[in-house]
């Protein structure tokens, strides 16, 4: 590959000049992409096409997916099952003690927590052990040191 084989137009170095610097790569990537690809494959164009959204919508349900995650995911053995998502922390166990021992762990570890009430659907969903905890990541701090 060499890079004096590129040619760009004075509308596309114009824009390119215009990116901030994080982006200036992923511009001359695509480029040598575009170059030595192409633009896109006419077959994929086709496939999508083909695909409606009834086809979607009963192929893939997300509460299903969501379920089927979370059980593999769960350890019944263990003493406690830890799920982070997006900004929540969902807790399972068996044991109240265990429940409030990874909240102080994970408040000396600097996570502000506030504790939410589950719904029904997230009971059905994430209720696997006895006890279900379900905190909102509130912010981050440093670390407590307990002395």
Do not use: W
């Not at 610097?21 to 575009?34: A, H, M, Q, R, T």
């Amino acid at each position: 590959m060499n890079f004096s084989d590129f040619f760009i137009s004075v509308e596309d170095y114009d824009f390119f000049q215009s990116l901030p610097n994080s982006e200036k790569i992923l511009f001359v990537y695509d480029l040598i992409c575009n170059e030595s690809y192409g633009t896109g494959s006419s077959e994929l164009e086709k496939m999508d096409a083909a695909i409606t959204s009834t086809d979607l919508s009963n192929s893939f349900d997300f509460i299903d997916q969501l379920n089927l995650m979370v059980r593999k995911s769960i350890d019944l053995n263990a003493d406690v099952n830890v799920f982070f998502i997006n900004n929540f922390v969902i807790i399972n166990s068996n044991y109240r003690s265990e429940i409030r021992s990874t909240v102080n762990q994970l408040f000396t570890n600097g996570l502000v927590l506030v504790k939410m009430r589950p719904g029904k659907s997230t009971l059905d969903i994430f209720k696997h052990q006895k006890h279900l905890s379900i905190y909102h990541i509130a912010g981050q701090h440093h670390k407590i040191f307990q002395n």
